[in-house]
Each structure stands twice: as C-alpha cells, then as structure tokens.
C-alpha cells in the first residue's frame, strides 16, 4: 500500500517540477494532473496547494470554475449529448432519458458503476446543422434518436465484452 501511495505522488511531484513548482502555472499543472489521474482527486489537490504554497480553495476554486476539469473519476467512455438550442428543439432530451434509463445513470449518477460509460449534457457541441448530436470518445454522430443512441452504446457493450 505504501509503495502505491509513494508512485502516486512521485508522478504528481514530477508533473510539479516540470513546470518549477510555480503558482503561475496552476492551470496546467492540473491539466496534466487530471492527465495522469483521469481526475483531481482530493488529496491531489491539497498537495498540489502545499507544493505550491497556495490556498487549498484556490486550488478548488480553479477546479470547479473551468468545465475541463473533474472532481470525480469518469468512465472509459464519454457520451456527451448535446442539449442546444437546435438539438434541445429536436428532442435530444429523449436522447438523454433513454440513454440514462439504458445505463442507470440520472442527474447525479452520470458514471456507470463498472466504470465503463460517463454521460454528460453539453451546452453546444457546435454541429448545429447535423442536430440532434451526440459525441462518444470525441466521434460525432449526428441526426441521433434514442434507439440509434442506444445502437451505439449496445455496439461497445458488445465490444468490450468482447476485449473482457
């Protein structure tokens, strides 16, 4: 156990010296944090606040305010369903609810409990003219209704249970 604790914040104080331990680069320090942890966990942060000698609320501060970052672990696939204007007005919410149903997932579950899917809403992916949108592991697929979401996510299913 100790061994892992020691390898966890040996790849955190090499990330550190890599940018001289300097308050100024906050922001990329914990891009590449999350980089390597998939996430800021808890005690990251607060070592990152005692290497750099500032404020664990300003590490948190940080965290929180840009969307890029998560306090949470998230799954090996990311589904982002897009809920703009253009595709809200084309239903991307019956997307959302049969893609929560599907997984288990709701508002506050958005990582399934095998780690497999996180399922996220976004404010605008930008592919307005191809609405409604989802993006799974940054592939755009547009034109989407619920059962062709649900294809999509059977399709890795199968694919990972194929790799298990």
Do not use: W
């Amino acid at each position: 156990m100790g061994n892992s604790i020691t390898k966890k914040f040996s790849r955190a104080c090499e990330i550190l010296d890599r940018y001289e331990r300097s308050p100024d680069k906050l922001i990329p320090i914990l891009q590449d944090m999350q980089e390597e942890y998939k996430f800021l966990p808890e005690e990251i942060m607060t070592f990152v606040s005692v290497a750099l000698g500032i404020s664990p609320s300003t590490v948190y501060g940080v965290a929180t305010f840009y969307a890029h970052f998560t306090l949470t672990p998230k799954g090996k696939h990311i589904i982002k369903v897009c809920d703009g204007t253009a595709c809200h007005v084309k239903k991307s919410e019956g997307i959302l609810y049969a893609l929560e149903k599907n997984l288990g997932l709701n508002r506050e579950t958005k990582t399934t409990e095998d780690m497999l899917f996180t399922l996220e809403t976004v404010a605008c992916l930008g592919a307005c003219g191809l609405a409604p949108v989802v993006v799974i592991d940054d592939k755009v697929h547009g034109l989407m209704t619920p059962e062709s979401a649900l294809a999509l996510i059977e399709d890795i299913k199968k694919e990972e249970s194929l790799h298990a």
